[in-house]
């Protein structure tokens, strides 16, 4: 969700309704650019165990502990949405850089990011985080060819500068393209280009982005313009 702090609370039970309890104690955890779902789980569980030892020592010890109502803390309670295998679903047109990459950290322990290719479903792995100050055609280590027939080959390669939008019209979303020199295969959203390593389809075994480039015949970087995904 973009937060960039997390953290756990020790509740009361209420008669009245799931998780509206007192709070009795709570513990934050930042959270970083980097950080997936294990990563943040990893630093969150000894901090949670510290509080919950820290509140039974105190109670132990004869201590009052005056809980407060949730409402105390200033934050709006919200209901986390239910994650099932749809919420890794991409969708080109709508999806920013940095959402994709958000829903990549949090979710690939469990399911992969997916799209679809030609009406068949296909799994993203391995992808590239995006590197908001890379010049966009360092990015993709070749330029293209002198004046291209079709004018938006040299627009695609000025505009993969990831995460970043560009004053140059952009290609439309789910637009894939192949990058020789780093065998990534880049695929554009509402806000720049997501690069992944390794693909899967439906129906067969892993394949690297090169192969899968190789197999549906896609162009190299500053070519021609190729189908949605």
């Known amino acids: ?19 509206s309890g007192n709070v009795i104690a709570q513990v934050q955890c ?8 294990q990563s943040l789980i990893n630093r969150m569980v000894p901090l949670s165990a510290d509080m919950l030892l820290s509140t039974i020592a105190s109670l ?7 809980s407060q109502p949730q409402s105390t803390f200033g934050r709006e309670i919200t209901l986390a949405p239910k994650v099932d295998n749809t919420t890794s679903r991409i969708d080109w047109s709508t999806y920013t850089c940095a959402a994709i990459d958000r829903i990549q950290r949090a979710l690939a322990h469990k399911t992969a990011l997916y799209s679809t290719w030609n009406g068949k479903e296909i799994k993203l792995l391995d992808i590239v985080p995006p590197q908001l100050d890379q010049n ?5 280590g070749s330029q293209p060819p002198q004046q291209e027939s079709y004018s938006q080959a040299d627009e695609l390669t000025l505009d993969l500068h990831l995460g970043k939008k560009s004053e140059i019209s952009p290609a439309p979303g789910g637009t894939p393209r192949y990058d020789v020199d780093t065998q990534i295969l880049y695929i554009r959203c509402v806000d720049g280009w997501v690069g992944f390593r390794t ?9 690297s982005s090169s192969a899968f480039a190789n197999g549906y015949k896609l162009r190299a970087t500053g070519y021609s313009y190729v189908p949605h995904m």
Not at 1 to 19: C, N, P, R, T, Y
Not at 136 to 140: I, R, W, Y
């Open 199 to 207: 693909v899967q389809s439906a129906t067969k075994k892993l394949t």
């Open 1 to 19: 969700s973009g937060d960039s702090e997390a953290g756990v609370s020790l509740i009361e039970l209420s008669k009245e309704s799931f998780d």
């Open 60 to 66: 132990a010890n004869g201590l009052h502990i005056q």
């Open 30 to 37: 930042p959270v970083e650019d980097t950080d997936t779902f």
């Open 136 to 140: 966009p055609v360092q990015t993709l």
